[in-house]
């Protein structure tokens, strides 16, 4: 991609293509797909088509009800394991469940069905709703997201690349293996990864690099504190021609038009079990995902009107589904990245379930829909990110330890054009440029945001997962202020 001289990835969390972006093309077509001559409608959400099964009844998928618009959906975090601790719930159960629960790892092969979404979801989410809202997809109700992928180009075909949760696909994006990691390690997400990094590759090739956040995520007492990136893969803080600093930082360099060539872009973290959340602007269910609306039209906004925008291209993924419905069934036959098999056997050979990956730039043509080639053996998983963003800055996979993964995946270059094509719509639909942000949402007594300032995320989402009651999340706060270092201590 020689006509590109500036990336800027931002990477969301745990949201399936169906949940946010099933209902794109209902009532149109894409205008050009890629490759040519692959299916020229998109994969997405047909009314009365898909539906989950649950004590001998069938519920269909559908919008999320107008009178519940204004809700975090779904209300609970739904399970993002592969595989729960004690039962079978999580990922796996998704895929190969139907009403009834599976009792072990599926052997490599087995047909995923796609059913167990709602028996998954339900067991832990009774309440007013009795689950239903694991079924229910964004339609009207994210405006931004929905008009960026279908002003620019968006995949139905891109897959998280592990069926799993957080860090072990972070971590395929960024070092294309989990080390055969089949899970986090702990709830609190408290893990590193030794390994070089897509940072330490860019670094060494000449490319400059930076990764802006909000959030610290965590400070234990032998380590300065760090965003979650940083310290979760250490080994990118030796890497060369690079800066890490706030959103404040990244913003200023956007009005600057001092980009580096590549910026990675951590959202603020939202976290919640039972009952009560953080607010974030990663789409982290169970929070609000206008906030996650409002700064991705910020970051948008601000990179369209950049000095550097000419030339740059935004990508925005997901990292995993986290629990929420989809109807494409992820394929077998991945590549192992490095040998490594799981607790119970799992060889990594199968792809996570299906992620919403968008291509903005004046380069991406206008209300196109991308997969991999036909002759590829792979589909788009979060390996493909990395191999593209390596071969764009020149790096020689051969010098470099990324695995197999990376060696065998598909890469969309062929996706851009080698000129602008695209200036922010397309005739039919709000150009992206005149766009509004979304409204600040109503405070929501169950977000507790204010009772975390000062605290690193990492013991956030510990005191979240231990107290269930208003008061007893008070009192960790107060147990965590009382001797900082001890409760961090206590973390991963």
């Not at 001559?37 to 919008?63: E, M, N, R, T």
């Not at 609970?76 to 729960?84: A, C, K, N």
């Not at 380069?363 to 979060?382: G, L, Q, T």
């Amino acid at each position: 991609m020689p006509q590109v001289k500036t990336i800027v990835h931002l990477m969301l969390e745990n949201r399936s293509l169906d949940n946010v972006l099933g209902w794109l093309y209902e009532k149109r077509a894409p205008s050009r797909v890629f490759p040519d001559k692959s299916p020229s409608a998109y994969d997405g959400l047909i009314a009365g088509k898909f539906s989950q099964p649950l004590d001998g009844q069938s519920y269909p998928i559908v919008p999320i009800p107008d009178e519940y618009a204004k809700y975090a959906i779904p209300i609970h975090d739904p399970y993002e394991e592969m595989y729960g601790a004690v039962f079978w719930n999580g990922v796996m159960n998704q895929v190969f469940g139907d009403q009834n629960i599976i009792t072990g790892m599926p052997s490599s092969g087995t047909t995923p069905t796609m059913k167990g979404f709602y028996q998954d979801y339900h067991s832990v989410a009774e309440g007013e709703w009795h689950g239903k809202d694991i079924l229910w997809t964004y339609k009207g109700t994210l405006p931004i997201m929905n008009l960026l992928a279908g002003a620019y180009s968006v995949s139905d075909a891109w897959f998280s690349s592990v069926p799993t949760q957080t860090n072990p696909n972070r971590a395929y994006s960024l070092i294309g293996t989990s080390q055969g990691r089949e899970n986090n390690l702990s709830y609190s997400a408290v893990e590193t990864y030794v390994a070089d990094t897509i940072f330490n590759a860019i670094g060494k090739a000449g490319r400059t690099w930076g990764l802006y956040y909000t959030d610290l995520w965590h400070a234990p007492k032998d380590k300065p504190k760090q965003c979650f990136t940083q310290y979760t893969f250490p080994n990118l803080t030796n890497a060369p021609n690079g800066e890490i600093g706030t959103h404040t930082d990244f913003f200023q360099r956007v009005q600057d038009g001092t980009l580096p060539n590549f910026t990675y872009l951590e959202p603020k973290w939202g976290y919640g079990i039972e009952g009560y959340y953080t607010q974030g602007t990663d789409y982290h269910p169970p929070t609000l995902v206008s906030p996650g609306e409002a700064f991705l039209f910020q970051v948008f906004l601000s990179l369209a009107k950049c000095k550097q925008w000419d030339e740059m291209l935004f990508i925005v993924t997901f990292d995993e589904h986290g629990g929420t419905y989809d109807h494409v069934k992820p394929s077998w036959g991945a590549k192992n990245p490095d040998g490594i098999k799981g607790s119970y056997g799992f060889n990594f050979d199968l792809f996570g379930v299906r992620v919403p990956t968008i291509l903005i730039s004046p380069f991406a043509y206008p209300a196109s829909v991308f997969r991999a080639k036909a002759e590829s053996a792979y589909p788009f998983d979060h390996t493909s990110c990395l191999k593209t963003l390596l071969g764009w800055a020149g790096v020689d996979l051969a010098q470099w330890n990324f695995g197999l993964r990376v060696q065998n995946a598909p890469t969309f270059e062929y996706v851009l054009a080698d000129h602008h094509v695209n200036w922010g719509g397309f005739p039919g639909t709000e150009n992206a440029l005149a766009a509004e942000a979304p409204p600040e949402p109503e405070h929501d007594p169950n977000d507790v945001s204010a009772l975390f300032v000062g605290i690193p995320f990492a013991s956030v989402r510990a005191i979240l997962h231990d107290n269930k009651t208003l008061e007893d999340i008070q009192s960790a706060i107060a147990e965590y202020h009382r001797d900082p270092e001890k409760f961090e201590a206590t973390l991963g």
